[in-house]
């Protein structure tokens, strides 16, 4: 019964005894083989050298260690040619040779690591009732042989950062599986190439569009169709308006100014007549000081990067004089006019649920900061008092209670912040925005230009029209505009993995998304993982 009980799926072991010492369980088992074959030479022996016994733990049972002591035998291989002549039994369905714990015992604990990892594993089997440490739950995962490879058909290839701008990987999905194929230490070209030789020959390969992929995938999969991915050819193109608007801050800012010209009624008349009896203008407090001589501190660096840029210094060169990065220099030297920085636009807010009840109490006389913090508290809001007072500040200042935008109204845009207004349908535009966008329009016609274009270019990938891509190639290549001229031209260079992916449903994006989960599982670990366990644990995540 016992037998039957602990022990039903492995034949020719029987269970004597069962007894309980403290907190842990002991069982008493016995090999009832009458012979055993030979690991070296595979034949049947049946003459027994000795009987030795081995002390092997098994699962828990309740919580409560399982220690088993088997008892077994050694037989003596009678073929004469054998160098092995004396060996020991085998009984690979509950312990492997020399092992200290049942299979079972073992495959737990390997799950575990692979879930879990080390620390957290090992306080999960602790709780268990599985004594181990984290050295050796990842010892397990690392000892675990690699998945099987198997033939790949649509393969994604991405890279990922094991330590974020100075080493990178290479993460490849199987996209038709839904699942991670294998990692790359690196993502160069040869080693990408090896790896497709080691390997049936993927007929699509998803990429992106970086050139050490594309160069790889020519020389490891010759016939494969390489398919660029809509996600950055779409980013591409959006990057590049983004670098023709850097260059446009002067016409932004003015375009801002009109709105809010536009927005202001001046007064009909002056009090005491004239503008020389204007109030003077308030003081300035201490943030606002700060911002002042933040900006001058960048318009001082930016006018000492034009010239040495007029002296012949390098970009390098200038960056490593200034101690900036070599991207700064670039923006600076790329625009017209001194880049400006955009204030940041806040989103929802502790205080933006609380709003209206906020609104409807100022409206009705109670300017008090602390004695509406007060009521804010009673209403669930767990603020501290300088939000709200920071708020009210606002509304002062503007004397406008029913503006509850935290931007100021007419301040400039950035770059970035105007191309997704432009790329923005109209009917999801505020009233403010529209109006600065008219301005931007009527003082730069190119925009417009630059606009139709890149909404031209996502129409053409979301209608799969290839005939499209190479009108729309033609026309971005006569616009006028040198940001959009190198986009074409780029795509003319990698054509036919963009007609690719205009023509057919491929994309790169489940890949994006496992270097996501691989992201996440790297964290988990602290970023401590060298690639092989990091290795491990993602492909064994499914």
């Not at 001082?300 to 490593?320: D, F, K, P, T, W």
Request: one cysteine or more.
């Amino acid at each position: 019964m016992l037998t039957h009980l602990l022990f039903s799926h492995v034949p020719g072991v029987r269970v004597d005894r069962l007894w309980h010492d403290g907190d842990v369980v002991h069982v008493d088992a016995v090999t009832t083989r009458r012979a055993a074959h030979c690991p070296r030479c595979g034949r049947r022996s049946k003459r027994v050298h000795s009987h030795y016994s081995r002390t092997v733990t098994d699962l828990p049972c309740c919580g409560a260690p399982v220690v088993i002591h088997l008892h077994t035998r050694r037989f003596v291989c009678r073929v004469r040619w054998c160098k092995r002549k004396i060996f020991t039994e085998r009984i690979p369905t509950l312990v492997a040779p020399s092992a200290r714990r049942t299979v079972r015992l073992r495959t737990h604990l390997e799950r575990t690591g692979f879930a879990l990892g080390g620390a957290p594993g090992a306080r999960h089997a602790t709780a268990q009732g599985i004594a181990v440490s984290r050295r050796t739950l990842l010892r397990l995962v690392r000892a675990a042989p690699l998945p099987e490879r198997g033939p790949v058909r649509a393969l994604g290839v991405d890279d990922w950062a094991q330590r974020k701008g100075q080493r990178y990987g290479t993460i490849l999905v199987n996209l038709e599986a839904h699942r991670v194929v294998d990692l790359l230490p690196d993502r160069t070209a040869a080693t990408f190439a090896a790896w497709l030789h080691d390997g049936p020959e993927p007929a699509i390969i998803s990429r992106d569009r970086g050139g050490e992929y594309a160069d790889g995938a020519r020389q490891g999969a010759p016939h494969a169709l390489q398919v660029a991915d809509r996600f950055h050819l779409v980013k591409n193109v959006t990057d590049a308006f983004e670098r023709f608007l850097m260059r446009k801050h002067a016409l932004l800012r003015q375009a801002a100014r009109d709105t809010r010209a536009c927005e202001e009624t001046p007064p009909s008349h002056l009090p005491n007549g004239g503008a020389g009896e204007l109030a003077a203008a308030p003081s300035l407090n201490r943030r606002q000081h700060e911002q002042q001589e933040c900006h001058a501190r960048r318009y001082a660096r930016y006018e000492e990067v034009c010239a040495l840029r007029a002296q012949g210094h390098s970009i390098g060169a200038i960056a490593r004089r200034m101690d900036i990065a070599p991207r700064t220099v670039q923006r600076f030297l790329h625009a017209e006019t001194f880049p400006e920085r955009a204030p940041r636009r806040g989103g929802p807010t502790l205080l933006t649920p609380f709003e209206p009840f906020l609104r409807e109490r100022w409206n009705a006389g109670c300017h008090n900061a602390t004695q509406l913090w007060r009521e804010l508290r009673e209403r669930g809001f767990t603020g501290r008092y300088g939000i709200v007072a920071l708020h009210l500040h606002q509304w002062r200042a503007t004397d406008r209670p029913s503006a509850s935008r935290c931007v100021r109204r007419g301040t400039a845009y950035s770059p970035r912040q105007t191309v997704w207004l432009l790329l923005r349908p109209n009917e999801q535009l505020t009233t403010e925005e529209s109006a600065y966008l008219l301005h931007l329009h009527r003082s730069c016609p190119e925009v417009m230009v630059a606009q139709a274009l890149v909404e031209e270019f996502v129409a053409v990938l979301k209608e799969h029209d290839v005939a499209g891509l190479y009108a729309w190639l033609h026309r971005a290549e006569e616009c006028g505009i040198a940001e959009l001229r190198a986009v074409a031209r780029g795509m003319w260079r990698d054509r036919d993995a963009v007609e690719a992916a205009v023509a057919t449903e491929w994309s790169n994006g489940q890949t994006e998304g496992q270097v996501n989960r691989l992201k996440v599982l790297k964290r988990a670990m602290y970023g401590r993982a060298k690639f092989d366990l990091l290795r491990q644990r993602m492909l064994y995540a499914g």
